[in-house]
């Protein structure tokens, strides 16, 4: 009724009208002649507008302001909330409110977080930390970018013919490869020009020396994808690593030719080692200048091995001469990194296989390349159109411009034989993750933010690679309440004695962070990678090692670093476990030598 009347009352007279305007504002209702009443005084006041209307008019701002202050108060509420929210996120998030698999338990913002247990590790220390080791999905994309670049200056650029040896055995680089060494990835050409396609069959042996310890394999194919193995395993004396070099080869051949003689089934005698022919490839994990599939000259010693008579020379020609001093009709014809033995390996199982990547003690990274895109590479490949290129990655941004560093990495490259050198591996492999984690453990006992009850009674933590990788994997594994295998850790192995929860909580944050940025730095490697090769479509990546294989999490962080990099191109590349590059994928390459070579 009320809503006819104020449409209709433009028709009404005035008087009629004013009555009903009263009504729209909400008073009390008045006679006509009230109303004539006020209308008299006004017109006799001289005012335009009528006393009752001016006031309704007044009533009508009032509300208005008011209603816009309390919108005001209540925009400004919702701000400060919100910048609550914002700043409560951007804390360190306490471990009690951690699922399991390390996603935050929900809960509504609109309740106040519960204070801190003592329980807990301080949210200062944590925050400090996460500051100092994250490395987000932009900062990884930038990465991937820089090394594509530097991929393409190390095919380009051939450092190895820089070398040159001096009269005492020993090389040094040239003044261009010096300058050169630190701008670009080596990229290596392993003359490996083909991949096997899973059919092949035979019995082939490999010997991998890798440091300390070696093996000597045989890898029987069965012609459908599938190997079998039998190896034994020998360790190098000191007194061989620094003797002549003849008596270092001649113990690898006469460790072969045990091997062979101890096969029970083939009842093969010294005889048969003379008549039957053998043929071996060679993993030899040591600087080589590799000029063909099967020669390479030793560039220079390390892992504690100074035997004389072997730098400036063909690897291959020392091991073919040992096997001829002992009378064994052994062809060595190939000379393997293990990285490209990884990705040959894989390949054979899973012709896909483009990428092959070693995580485990050492790191390193081989790959599929167009040879077009190989400027240096000076030799006719004779038709092939592929070469598997080494790029001994651990070597990557060595000049320190794009991976963010932490002081407790500078520490670790400090305390190594070869500092400001192999930077990239020092962050993301094996050998060096527990010794990051000891240098941040042993400064926050200095600052009194961990162990303070025990801490300085350790002598444990003071030495250098006390702390191992193994250590940081045990400890993230450990998902009881009072975190017990942490405690074994520290108090039995590092003699950190009365360790709180607290301790052991923050201890365990530390090795998630740093063993997370090495998953993701690794990823970014791949990223690079596959982007250089232009496999986003489709791309199966084998990876060897015991980072990838044993630590927690290590491939599942990887995976997600690719999707922050790739977006949803990453499904479209396979990480997969590979295993025994070094020596299957070696045997591999010496019973394909004729196929994979020129």
Same mark, same amino acid.
């Given at each position: 009724m009320l809503g006819k009347v104020t449409q209709s009352k433009k028709k009404l007279p005035r008087l009629e009208a004013l009555q009903?305007?009263?009504?729209?504002?909400?008073?009390l209702p008045v006679s =006509?002649?009230?109303?004539? =009443?006020?209308?008299?005084?006004?017109?006799? @006041?001289?005012?335009?507008?009528?006393?009752?209307?001016?006031?309704?008019?007044?009533?009508? /701002?009032?509300?208005g302001l008011f209603s816009l202050g309390a919108a005001y108060v209540y925009i400004n509420n919702q701000a400060i909330k919100k910048a609550q929210a914002l700043a409560a996120a951007a804390q360190p998030v306490?471990?009690?409110?951690?699922k399991a698999d390390g996603s935050r338990a929900s809960y509504s913002s609109?309740?106040?977080?519960?204070?801190? =247990?003592?329980?807990?590790?301080?949210?200062?220390?944590?925050?400090?930390?996460?500051?100092?080791?994250?490395?987000?999905?932009?900062k990884l994309s930038q990465i991937a970018k820089h090394m594509v670049a530097e991929m393409k200056k190390g095919l380009a650029t051939d450092e190895a013919s820089e070398y040159h040896f001096s009269p005492n055995n020993s090389w040094s680089p040239t003044s261009t490869c010096a300058n050169s060494l630190h701008t670009a990835m080596k990229m290596i050409p392993t003359h490996v020009v083909r991949?096997?396609?899973?059919?092949?069959?035979? =019995?082939?042996?490999?010997?991998?020396?890798?440091?300390?310890?070696? *093996?000597?394999? @045989?890898? /029987?194919?069965?012609?459908?994808?599938?190997? *079998?193995?039998?190896?034994?395993?020998h360790t190098v004396t000191d007194d061989l690593k620094s003797g002549t070099g003849a008596a270092l080869f001649d113990f690898f051949a006469e460790c072969v030719k045990s091997f062979l003689l101890a096969d029970d089934q083939k009842n093969i005698t010294e005889a048969d080692l003379h008549s039957t022919e053998y043929k071996l490839g060679f993993t030899f994990s040591f600087a080589v200048n590799q000029v063909s599939i099967n020669e390479g000259y030793l560039l220079t010693w390390n892992k504690g091995f100074s035997a004389s008579d072997c730098v400036g020379k063909d690897a291959v020609v020392l091991l073919q001469d040992a096997f001829k001093r002992k009378k064994m009709n052994v062809s060595v014809t190939a000379l393997v990194n293990d990285t490209t033995g990884t990705l040959v390996s894989h390949a054979y199982t899973a012709p896909?296989?483009?990428?092959?990547? /070693?995580?485990?003690?050492?790191?390193?990274?081989?790959?599929? @390349?167009?040879? @077009?895109?190989?400027?240096?590479?000076?030799?006719?490949?004779?038709?092939a159109r592929d070469m598997i290129i080494n790029t001994e990655w651990g070597?990557?941004?060595?000049?320190?411009?794009?991976?963010?560093?932490?002081?407790?990495d500078h520490k670790v490259d400090r305390g190594t034989a070869h500092s400001k050198s192999w930077t990239f591996e020092k962050l993301i492999s094996g050998m060096y993750l527990g010794e990051i984690v000891r240098y941040i453990l042993a400064d926050l006992v200095k600052t009194g933010e961990i162990y303070i009850v025990g801490g300085s009674k350790s002598k444990t933590l003071s030495v250098p690679y006390a702390f191992e990788t193994a250590f940081m994997s045990r400890i993230e594994r450990d998902h009881s309440l009072d975190l017990s295998d942490v405690r074994t850790v520290?108090?039995?192995?590092?003699?950190?004695?009365?360790?709180?929860?607290?301790?052991?909580?923050?201890?365990?944050?530390?090795?998630?962070?740093?063993?997370?940025r090495a998953a993701r730095l690794s990823a970014a490697g791949v990223a690079a990678i596959v982007t250089k090769m232009n496999k986003l479509d489709g791309c199966t990546v084998g990876i060897d090692g015991s980072l990838f294989e044993l630590y927690p999490h290590f491939s599942n962080r990887m995976r997600d670093a690719l999707h922050e990099i790739l977006g949803f191109s990453a499904d479209n590349v396979v990480l997969e476990q590979a295993r025994d590059g070094s020596g299957q994928g070696a045997a591999l390459i010496a019973a394909l030598a004729g196929k994979l070579t020129n």
């Open positions: 009903c305007q009263t009504l729209d504002t909400g008073l =006509s002649a009230q109303l004539r =009443s006020r209308l008299n005084a006004g017109r006799r @006041e001289g005012a335009d507008v009528p006393p009752l209307y001016a006031a309704n008019t007044g009533v009508a /701002i009032c509300a306490p471990l009690t409110a951690v609109d309740v106040s977080p519960a204070p801190q =247990s003592p329980d807990d590790p301080n949210p200062a220390t944590l925050f400090r930390l996460q500051q100092l080791f994250e490395v987000n999905g932009d991949r096997p396609k899973g059919d092949e069959t035979g =019995s082939y042996l490999a010997l991998d020396l890798g440091g300390t310890n070696f *093996r000597v394999c @045989e890898v /029987i194919l069965d012609g459908r994808g599938g190997t *079998r193995v039998r190896q034994s395993k896909d296989t483009y990428v092959g990547v /070693i995580l485990g003690t050492g790191t390193n990274a081989a790959y599929v @390349e167009k040879i @077009e895109n190989i400027v240096k590479y000076k030799k006719d490949p004779h038709g070597a990557f941004d060595d000049e320190m411009v794009v991976i963010p560093r932490t002081k407790y520290l108090e039995d192995l590092m003699h950190i004695p009365n360790t709180t929860l607290a301790d052991r909580r923050l201890t365990k944050a530390i090795c998630e962070m740093v063993g997370k």
